[in-house]
């Protein structure tokens, strides 16, 4: 069951609060003590997360909707850190990275217990009979849920999570249906960073298209990321003359840009800050960024 999107938390007693994870969405089946996990798309993806595969109650038949997730070195789940291991499926390097990434899976609904099908109760039913399991400590969890949306969509703007996810107390369980029932919102967080380089457009060597960004810190310009949305004809061509005096033959970042963001790269000295929409806080490389506008009032050093 997927969410449908909206641009404000909706309010009242018929709605439930919940924190929209940044992970692995799955469906887990236990049945005779074997665990099979499932993908948005169908595929079996078990053999990716063996530490998950343990069904802390046993041989009790269930299954549960979730979403697998990682903390990045900052404490935030971070689904790039999942990436390391979504597609491996060499058991000895699965078990190294099962030391290194270690995964919890964050169980927010029940749609099967003991062999009764659970889908067509209402929503807060299927939440106490999860929140009733005993699930231990393992590394399956079940996250709070919350009355108040506004509280919860300012604690995780705060905490540079991922947005909020609300759902209707009285709704069934609908498989392959994005409901109006279960609404979404993604944190948009906005920050100035300055720029380093710039890519023309594809097939011209004069058509600015998207820019390097980095964050100025004690140990120097450190990469960010490349912003492409949100830079229009218009704004390509004042970019590309605001940026043009300041060409220099080398990256003036302090760390290595990946290769991808580097060729055909036209350095320049770090002297323009723009200001950047980014999708959550905390990471390494800013998460669709999108181009808000250049910061004539701001120079690096302010940042």
Excluded: C
């Excluded at 949306?149 to 009285?170: H, I, N, P, Y």
């Excluded at 840009?257 to 999708?279: K, L, M, N, S």
Aim: hydrophobic share 40%.
């Amino acid at each position: 069951m997927l969410a449908t999107k909206t641009d404000r938390v909706p309010t009242g007693a018929q709605w439930l609060h919940e924190v929209k994870w940044d992970g692995v969405r799955v469906l887990v089946d236990v049945r005779d003590g074997v665990v099979r996990m499932t993908s948005r798309n169908d595929n079996d993806v078990t053999p990716a997360w063996p530490d998950l595969a343990a069904p802390p109650l046993g041989d009790r038949d269930l299954m549960v909707d979730g979403e697998v997730i990682a903390l990045n070195e900052r404490g935030v789940p971070d689904f790039r850190v999942l990436q390391n291991r979504m597609h491996v499926r060499n058991a000895r390097e699965v078990a190294r990275l099962v030391k290194a990434v270690p995964a919890t899976l964050m169980v927010f609904d029940l749609l099967r217990l003991d062999g009764k099908d659970l889908t067509s109760l209402p929503l807060e039913e299927r939440r106490a009979l999860l929140e009733g399991l005993p699930l231990g400590d393992s590394t399956w969890q079940v996250p709070a849920a919350y009355d108040d949306g506004d509280m919860l969509f300012d604690a995780t703007l705060q905490q540079g999570l991922e947005g909020v996810v609300s759902k209707r107390r009285g709704s069934r369980y609908r498989f392959d249906t994005r409901s109006e029932d279960w609404r979404k919102l993604a944190h948009r967080h906005r920050g100035s960073f300055v720029v380093g380089g710039w890519r023309p457009q594809v097939g011209t060597t004069d058509r600015l298209a998207s820019l390097l960004v980095g964050e100025p810190t004690p140990d120097g310009l450190l990469y960010r990321g490349r912003v492409g949305s949100g830079i229009t004809g218009a704004t390509s061509t004042r970019l590309a003359a605001l940026l043009a005096p300041l060409a220099t033959g080398e990256s003036p970042f302090a760390d290595e840009v990946p290769r991808v963001d580097a060729a055909g790269t036209f350095w320049v000295e770090p002297r323009v800050v723009v200001d950047i929409d980014t999708h959550g806080l905390g990471y390494e490389r800013l998460r669709q960024p999108s181009f808000q506008g250049v910061r004539d009032d701001l120079a690096p050093e302010d940042l």
